[in-house]
C-alpha cells in the first residue's frame, strides 16, 4: 500500500473550516484514499473516502488532486468535538487491511 | 445498534504474568480485526479473522501472542507471559466483510489500555 505523509499538528479555529493535508505521490491506480479520525481515548472512526472524485457526506468533504497524489479532508465548520487525530491511509480495494500513519493532531479552540 | 464491546478498558499487571482480552464485534460482521497502538502511533494490525478463521496473523508475534475466534463471534486475544514491552491499548474492530464490497468500512471498540508493570 502506498505511504501518506501528513502534517504532524494543526490548529483550527471553532466554526471555521478545517482543511487537512495529505500527500500520496505513490498511489497507484486502484487505491483509495481513506481518512480516519481518533478522539481521545476512543477507538478511530470512519470519515470518508474516495478514488478520484470529490466526495462529500455528513461529516467532512475529501478533495483528491487530478493527478491523486494529494488529498485534503475538510470539515466546514469546526467544533471543538472535532479535536482529534485524523488519518489519511491508501487502501487497495477488496482488502481489509488498513495501514495507519501516525495521523495529524488537529487542535480546535474556541 | 451496540458497537464493539471490548472488556476490560484497563488492566495492570506485573511482567511475566498472562493476560486476556475481549472482544464482541457489532451483530452479523464476519470480519474481525485485533490491533496495537502504542503511545503516540497509529494502530497496527496484530490478526484479522474472516468468521472463525484467521486470515492474516502476519503481525501477530506467536511466541507469546494467542487469538482465537470460536463460533465466528467474540473473540479473545491472549500474551502469555507479557512483557514491558506491551505496554499499549489494543484494539477490536469489526466489519461487515466479504468479496466486492465497496467500502468494508470498520467499526473500532475503544480498546482496552495494558499496563504491564
Known amino acids: 500500500d502506498a ?5 504532524t499538528s494543526m490548529d483550527c479555529a471553532e466554526g471555521r473550516a478545517a482543511n487537512l493535508p495529505c500527500n500520496h505521490s505513490t498511489i497507484s491506480g486502484n487505491e483509495y484514499v ?4 481518533q478522539i481521545h481515548s476512543q477507538g478511530p472512526q470512519y470519515i470518508i473516502h474516495g478514488l478520484k472524485n470529490n466526495e462529500t457526506n455528513e461529516m ?19 467544533t471543538l468535538r472535532d479535536t482529534a487525530v485524523y488519518y489519511c491511509i491508501v487502501r487497495v480495494q477488496n482488502t481489509d487491511k488498513l495501514i495507519f500513519g501516525t495521523g495529524t493532531r488537529l487542535q480546535v479552540f474556541p | 445498534e451496540a458497537g464493539v464491546v471490548q472488556s476490560p478498558r484497563y488492566k495492570i499487571i506485573e511482567k511475566k ?9 457489532i451483530s452479523g460482521h464476519n470480519t474481525l480485526y485485533w ?12 490478526i484479522r479473522y474472516e468468521n472463525e478463521e484467521a486470515v ?13 475466534r470460536l463460533k465466528g463471534v467474540d473473540s479473545t486475544l491472549k500474551i502469555q507471559p507479557a512483557e514491558l514491552g506491551d505496554s499499549a491499548v489494543y484494539l477490536c474492530a469489526s466489519s461487515l466483510g466479504g468479496r466486492g464490497r465497496v467500502n468494508n468500512e470498520q467499526f473500532f471498540g475503544p480498546g482496552t489500555r495494558l499496563t504491564v508493570l
Open chain 1, 3 to 7: 505511504k501518506t505523509t501528513q502534517p
Open chain 1, 34 to 37: 481513506y481518512w480516519y479520525r
Open chain 2, 17 to 25: 504474568q498472562p493476560v486476556a482480552f475481549w472482544c464482541n464485534p
Open chain 2, 56 to 68: 492474516d496473523d502476519s503481525q501477530l508475534p506467536k511466541d507469546r501472542f494467542s487469538a482465537e
Open chain 2, 35 to 46: 490491533y496495537l497502538q502504542n503511545l503516540g502511533q497509529g494502530p497496527e494490525l496484530l
Open chain 1, 60 to 78: 467532512a468533504s475529501l478533495i483528491i488532486t487530478e493527478d491523486r497524489k494529494s488529498s485534503t479532508l475538510i470539515l466546514p465548520h469546526a
